[in-house]
């Protein structure tokens, strides 16, 4: 007798993970659900792919903006263009995400309903005018933005990072709310299309996972290159009306004080795509703790949560894995085996600065080795130091090395051009151990990996001396 799974959110990268896996397992039925329109998962369609794609227009504008060799009037970024090109790309990516999911819908065992999925109790879903009763359900339904509950917030019109990736016209100022992922990467390019912008940092400095000097180094570099006020130590309390305008009232370092713009920004971060799931119709209730890091659902072995949906970690690499793992599991359960936890070695990169600024961390930084408990040596070196960074279009930086004292390589951060494409190299020295003194010191055409060369050297310097 065949096993049932039902994937309820088929186009999100969590979902296509999921069913990739299972389509092949012998024993297994599926039936995977999505009504999205056009389809393709959120960082297809409103997330890491098209936002990349506004942010190098903005890039070209800065780089000129910068360089002084250029000469002539300042070009002017293009909304209507950029919207254009933004959109025939994503339609080109969500076409090929589409056609992997017909594809898997072309197997005898493999069905696709392209309706909304809701529980009509724990075990059954109404799927259009049917029901299913699947032996087990994969919630992948992904997130939308959050706009947080603010009192009066009703009465303005608020932007999210959605409005933003589709605008053709844009005020001359906003306030933006939320200054984390989101905030880092779509303020610079607002401010490059033009919009005079007053931030709003809740702490001393963004980058929560980056040790201080980083957030500091990119605070600053914000305040000075781009047209951006940035408010720390603040917090929002209302929202009103203006006319034609919006004034958010906040509280600076315990001061109440108001700030006015033409249009209110909210990239204050997502949250699960849950509703019209019905979840209150089931065991289910979507708080803290309700999905085990099996990716199982803590009131139901037969339900598994991946991706947004789950309130983890949204993103992209992470759902992948997390789908991966779920279907592993959901075979384990079947057969009556342990399960199996996902584990993530920390791998985030936020495309800060237009991504010529950006910030990566992988592992450890010097503040979580610190909690952990783990005796440790850390390296800081200045891009300045390596004169190859001159070159660039953005020379600042720095990038910080975190070792155990026995030499295994244990975390990487990067703030500077190219730490981006860095990552993954620094991804494997954390993931295999790799002991600082055994990573080659080779001369090569000197390029900004350069950076990494004198981390290790230094590191290993400490270690042996």
């Known amino acids: 007798m065949s096993t049932h799974v039902a994937v309820v959110g088929a186009y999100g990268s969590a979902?296509?993970?999921?069913?990739?896996?299972?389509?092949?397992?012998?024993?297994?039925?599926?039936?995977?659900?999505?009504?999205?329109?056009?389809?393709?998962?959120?960082?297809?369609?409103?997330?890491?792919?098209?936002?990349?794609?506004?942010?190098?227009?903005?890039e070209h504008r800065f780089a000129a903006r910068h360089d002084d060799r250029l000469t002539g009037p300042l070009p002017e970024v293009d909304l209507e263009r950029v919207v254009e090109r933004k959109n025939e790309h994503t339609a080109?990516?969500?076409?090929?995400?589409?056609?992997?999911?017909?594809?898997?819908?072309?197997?005898e065992n493999v069905d696709f309903l392209r309706e909304r999925?809701?529980?009509?109790?724990?075990?059954?879903?109404?799927?259009?005018?049917?029901?299913?009763?699947?032996?087990?359900?994969?919630?992948?339904?992904?997130?939308?933005?959050?706009?947080?509950?603010?009192?009066?917030?009703?009465?303005?019109?608020?932007?999210?990072?959605?409005?933003?990736?589709?605008?053709?016209?844009?005020?001359?100022?906003?306030?933006?709310?939320?200054?984390?992922?989101?905030?880092?990467?779509?303020?610079?390019?607002?401010?490059?299309?033009?919009?005079?912008?007053t931030v709003v940092e809740h702490d001393a400095r963004?980058?929560?996972?980056?040790?201080?000097?980083?957030?500091?180094?990119?605070?600053?570099?914000?305040?000075?290159?781009?047209d951006v006020t940035v408010l720390t130590h603040t917090d929002e309390r209302r929202v009103d009306p203006t006319d034609g305008g919006v004034r958010l009232t906040v509280a600076e370092d315990g001061e109440e004080r108001t700030v006015e713009a033409d249009r209110l920004f909210a990239f204050t971060g997502r949250r699960p795509a849950l509703e019209g799931v019905d979840l209150d119709r089931t065991a289910l209730p979507p708080e803290p703790g309700w999905v085990a890091d099996t990716m199982q659902a803590r009131d139901d072995e037969r339900v598994f949560v991946v991706g947004d949906a789950n309130r983890k970690e949204p993103i992209l690499h992470v759902a992948k894995e997390q789908g991966a793992v779920a279907a592993e599991n959901i075979l384990a359960h079947r057969d009556g085996d342990s399960l199996t936890d996902y584990a993530n070695v920390h791998h985030h990169v936020v495309f800060s600065g237009l991504g010529l600024l950006p910030y990566a961390r992988v592992g450890h930084s010097a503040e979580s080795a610190r909690e952990a408990g783990i005796d440790h040596a850390v390296v800081t070196r200045e891009?300045?130091?390596?004169?190859?960074?001159?070159?660039?279009?953005?020379?600042?930086g720095l990038g910080r090395l975190v070792v155990d004292t026995d030499g295994t390589v244990l975390g990487w951060q990067g703030l500077h051009y190219h730490a981006d494409a860095m990552a993954k190299t620094m991804q494997v020295a954390v993931e295999t151990g790799l002991d600082v003194r055994e990573i080659p010191d080779r001369a090569y055409h000197p390029t900004t990996p350069e950076i990494l060369d004198g981390l290790v050297r230094e590191a290993a310097d400490r270690l042996d001396g």
């Open 117 to 197: 999925a809701r529980f009509v109790d724990d075990h059954r879903l109404a799927v259009g005018d049917r029901t299913l009763e699947p032996d087990y359900v994969v919630v992948a339904t992904g997130s939308v933005p959050n706009v947080p509950d603010l009192p009066g917030i009703d009465d303005v019109d608020v932007a999210t990072s959605a409005d933003v990736l589709d605008a053709t016209d844009l005020p001359e100022t906003g306030v933006v709310m939320g200054f984390g992922y989101v905030g880092m990467e779509l303020v610079p390019y607002l401010s490059e299309a033009g919009v005079e912008l």
């Open 92 to 107: 080109d990516f969500a076409a090929h995400r589409r056609a992997a999911v017909d594809r898997l819908a072309d197997r």
């Open 383 to 396: 891009t300045a130091s390596d004169g190859v960074f001159r070159t660039k279009n953005v020379p600042a």
């Open 206 to 226: 963004p980058l929560d996972e980056a040790d201080p000097p980083f957030g500091d180094a990119l605070l600053s570099y914000y305040r000075e290159h781009f």
């Open 15 to 58: 979902g296509v993970a999921v069913a990739q896996r299972l389509a092949d397992e012998p024993g297994v039925r599926l039936t995977l659900v999505d009504d999205g329109d056009p389809g393709g998962g959120l960082c297809i369609l409103r997330g890491c792919m098209p936002s990349k794609e506004v942010l190098s227009a903005a």
